[in-house]
């Protein structure tokens, strides 16, 4: 009897502590990683071909556009993201001829707890304060020939001082005169000097989710 009373409390001890033990998924695990390397060097991509003298301008922001993440941690995740960003897609005659450049007001980053927003803005990750800026330009915009609509990006981001090489894959596509890109991959945080670790007994992952969904218009003259 006490053997079947030993075996019961440790069979319900086990179940209790399985949600501690094991986590939450991580939302990196089944999206494309980000290439990073040494600024300027996109990895694998093709001489980008020059862009015909006459461009086409196409403008986007937070207004109608979106620059999202979500990060984890061992007992939940987050999202977030930046309200205010402002970039510029030049366009020649076909897609592959374009260049996209990025820049977003850290400072405006939200995520969907209070604290944590603060937390994030703070000299622990981001720190806003002292690197108010993030930018990204495009050198390469490869497509994929077995995935039509599908293109290779490739640039430059600048995050939190440092300045690296960045390669994900994008769906772009022209809708009339507007052009919308839509990208969702995984960055290490600490491939940008983000190392920020957590409490010993809820660690930070340190991957992260980005997610783009821009819809750029025709600059106004």
């Known amino acids: 009897m006490?053997?079947?009373?030993v075996t019961l409390i440790t069979l319900v001890t086990a179940t209790a502590l399985a949600p501690l033990t094991t986590g939450c998924k991580n939302p990196a695990d089944d999206k494309t990683k980000a290439i990073v390397t040494a600024p300027s060097t996109p990895t694998a991509a093709p001489a980008p071909t020059p862009a015909p003298a006459a461009t086409r301008?196409?403008?986007?922001?937070?207004?109608?556009?979106?620059?999202g993440f979500t990060g984890s941690k061992v007992t939940g995740?987050?999202?977030g993201g930046f309200k205010q960003f402002a970039g510029v897609i030049e366009l020649g005659d076909k897609l592959d001829n374009g260049k996209v450049t990025l820049e977003i007001d850290v400072a405006s980053l939200f995520t969907d707890a209070e604290k944590l927003t603060g937390h994030l803005l703070s000299p622990d990750f981001f720190d806003a304060a002292k690197f108010p800026k993030a930018t990204f330009t495009s050198l390469v915009l490869a497509p994929q020939a077995e995935n039509p609509g599908m293109f290779?990006?490739?640039g430059d981001l600048d995050l939190h001082g440092v300045k690296k090489g960045l390669q994900f894959p994008a769906t772009i596509t022209a809708d009339g005169a507007n052009v919308s890109v839509r990208a969702e991959f995984v960055l290490n945080r600490k491939d940008f000097g983000i190392v920020y670790p957590g409490k010993p007994d809820d660690l930070i992952r340190d991957e992260?989710?980005?997610r783009l969904a821009i819809v750029a218009k025709p600059a106004a003259n």
Request: hydrophobic fraction near 40%; aromatic fraction near 8%; charged fraction near 15%.
């Open 2 to 5: 006490r053997t079947h009373f």
């Open 208 to 210: 992260i989710v980005i």
């Open 77 to 79: 995740s987050h999202i």
């Open 57 to 67: 301008k196409l403008t986007f922001s937070g207004d109608g556009s979106e620059v």
């Open 152 to 154: 290779t990006v490739s």
